[in-house]
């Protein structure tokens, strides 16, 4: 990233009113332990890392805001898991009529729990886990127009962030690393091909639901195989120009919540295809006459690729228990299973989340690797079962 950006920001900070500002953030410390030894050379079966992650606001006398979310880690079995990035720096210029954001944002699209298939604007930050939740700072403009029969989104995204994938020590990986320090792009621009996209979202009744198109280079790489210097064989990211058309919808019944995402993507590979992931959380309130709450999951996962899809996730069954304590320590537990169709597969993963006075909160994780085939797309990952606990202290 060039450094006007961050001198143009800090310029903006300074010299302009401000009608307040606030910094907050958090530090954790994270251990993880493999179950298993390591399958390939060089693999680490314990490791620890810090984590540092701020946020600063600072809104203007008119109602404009400056966002600043900067982010770092540095771990100890993995060199390319110790990285920093700005997850945002984007300045909103808020009126009646539109809300402009400019700089490096988050845009978060997107209803199941399984898999996020819609959520196409920014880039996985892989290296930070395996679930594709963390995402990198995207640069952008995005203008957003609100009216009584829905909201536009439009998009420009000048500059493209490549997928960070682990290093040598590092676990949860493909057999071979890739070679991130030669992605192919099929595009001559490379990073700098002018993505865009546009998305109109809107909600009648209890539905709820998103829209959207997106023209540029594909977040999902797909991959070649290549050679390094010395001769070895390496895995090289290809990432292609592709139209991908997104729909997201939810439906509120009750206790029931229905859920969809479903995606048209032609560009990647040499024929057309689809994807979707869809189902249902059912909450039960109060169970035992307590405070709890239990919501029982269940979504389809499927990509009609089949055994050629670049995701594990390619014919599925996803079911999960949810329990909510609803306490003062917003005490959480999520137990999932992701059973593959056509074979004994199978993703296990449990979460817990609990905070502890007004500035710690504990996170427990565990995820397991059952039954990989090996044709399966997570056969490299078989023996990566791990347990990860991060404690994080929040100002």
């Known amino acids: 990233m060039k450094p006007i950006l961050p001198i143009l920001f800090l310029a903006l ?27 390939q050379p060089g693999q680490k079966d314990r490791s620890s890392s810090l984590k540092f992650e701020g946020e600063y606001n600072h809104k203007f006398e008119g109602g404009s805001v400056v966002n600043v979310v900067p982010f ?18 984007n300045f909103v210029w808020v009126e009646d ?3 402009l954001r400019m700089g490096v944002g988050k845009v978060f699209w997107g209803v199941a729990e399984f898999q996020h298939l819609v959520d196409v604007i920014n880039q996985t930050d892989l290296v930070e886990n395996l679930d594709f939740e963390d995402k990198l700072g995207q640069p952008m403009v995005n203008l957003s127009l609100a009216r009584d029969w829905g909201t536009v989104d439009l998009f420009l995204l000048p500059y493209f962030r490549e997928r960070t994938f682990p290093g040598e020590g590092g676990r949860l990986r493909f057999g071979q690393v890739v070679d991130t320090a030669n992605p192919v792009f099929e595009s001559g621009a490379r990073q700098w091909r002018q993505d865009w996209a546009v998305r109109y979202s809107h909600f009648v009744g209890d539905w709820d639901f998103g829209l959207y198109h997106f023209m540029g280079t594909n977040r999902d790489p797909s991959f070649l195989r290549g050679t390094d210097a010395e001769g070895k064989p390496t895995i090289l990211p290809f990432y292609e120009t592709i139209n991908q058309t997104g729909l997201d919808v939810s439906l509120v019944q009750g206790s029931w919540l229905w859920k969809l995402e479903g995606l048209h993507r032609a560009g990647q590979g040499d024929k057309d295809y689809v994807a979707w992931t869809g189902g249902f959380e059912y909450t039960f309130f109060g169970i035992f006459d307590s405070g709890l709450d239990l919501g029982v999951l269940g979504e ?25 304590f609803n306490d003062v320590q917003s005490t959480e537990f999520l137990l999932g299973w992701v059973q593959d169709v056509a074979s004994p597969a199978r993703l296990v993963f449990i979460e817990f989340s609990r905070r502890f006075g007004e500035h710690f909160k504990l996170n427990i994780e565990t995820r397991l690797f059952l039954s990989q085939p090996k044709n399966d797309f997570l056969f490299s990952v078989r023996d990566d079962d791990l347990i990860q606990l991060e404690i994080e202290y929040h100002f």
């Open 13 to 39: 900070i300074l010299f302009s009113p401000a009608e307040s500002h606030e910094f907050s953030g958090e530090i954790s410390a994270e251990a993880r332990v493999f179950v298993n030894d390591a399958v």
């Open 300 to 324: 389809w996962l499927y990509d009609d690729r089949g055994s050629f899809a670049l995701t594990p996730f390619e014919n599925d069954v996803g079911t999960g228990l949810r329990l909510a």
């Open 97 to 99: 009529a539109f809300e």
């Open 72 to 89: 770092f880690r540095q771990d100890s079995a993995d060199s390319r898991r110790t990285h920093f990035d700005l997850r945002e720096m």
